[in-house]
């Protein structure tokens, strides 16, 4: 008499496993489709691909990798006069946020001091040639900011941070009139929808929101892991 004996595949406790890891799996993908925006695709990348760089906009446009500490960049910050009568700090202080999230990427970045020095001297950036000749500075970045506000329009209950505008980085490394090497222009809310005053003060909400701009503003120029990315 002749037993057939299954092959090893085909057992039943391998079977059940199959059954097993193809319901978990579904399950996660459902629980997945359940989280919204971006954070889905984090979710998705980091449990598949682990944690990956995504590569700088400044490095993809110019194939210059600032991180290695060779080339040198100095950032200037402007605002209109109906920004800067209500926030007269606001170009400062996201100058110096900035810096020090760029000092930690090891990006030779010329100290903010200076530049401001710099600036309340001549009292305008001019073409920036002069500024990069007197750092003898590789790149300007120059931020120009259009709006910017932490409160709700028609709403003294209500706080959202907002900010738009454009950034330029000049190549000043070989003529004496330096030539745009990448743009962007940018665009934030923090928190997404207005939260009520009372939750936060105004001045934590505030500085908050200003880390929020400049680290979104300095990963235009290194490469960061996809779970550092701002949204």
């Keep these: 008499m002749l037993i057939k004996v299954p092959k090893h595949s085909d057992t039943l406790p391998n079977r059940r496993a199959r059954s097993r890891n193809l319901l ?5 993908l459902a629980m997945l489709c359940c989280v919204p925006g971006c954070s889905l695709g984090v979710m998705f990348g980091k449990m598949f691909f682990g944690d990956p760089k995504v590569k700088s ?3 993809t446009a ?35 946020r900035m810096s020090r999230h760029l000092e930690t990427r090891n990006v030779k970045i010329i ?17 920036f040639s002069a500024l990069a000749e007197h750092f003898n500075a590789d790149y300007v970045m120059n931020i120009q900011i259009e709006v910017f506000r932490l409160d709700v329009p028609d709403s003294s209950n ?16 070989s003529s004496a009139t330096p030539s745009t090497a990448f743009e962007r222009t940018f665009n934030l809310a923090y928190p ?30 290194y490469d960061h892991r996809v779970s550092e990315t701002v949204h």
């Design 62 to 96: 110019t194939d210059v990798d600032l991180t290695k500490g060779e080339k040198s960049i100095l950032i200037t910050c402007s605002a209109p006069h109906s920004v800067l009568s209500r926030y007269p700090s606001i170009q400062i202080d996201i100058l110096d």
């Design 57 to 59: 906009q400044f490095r």
């Design 158 to 173: 209500l706080q959202q941070g907002k900010i738009s505008g454009n950034i330029r980085v000049l190549d000043c490394q």
């Design 111 to 127: 100290s903010s001091d200076k530049v401001s020095a710099w600036f309340d001297d001549h009292g305008d950036w001019g073409d």
């Design 192 to 221: 997404d929808y207005p939260v009520p005053r009372e939750n936060k003060s105004e001045r934590l909400f505030a500085e908050q929101f200003q880390d929020r701009v400049s680290l979104t503003l300095a990963q235009f120029l």
């Design 24 to 28: 978990l799996l579904s399950l996660t």
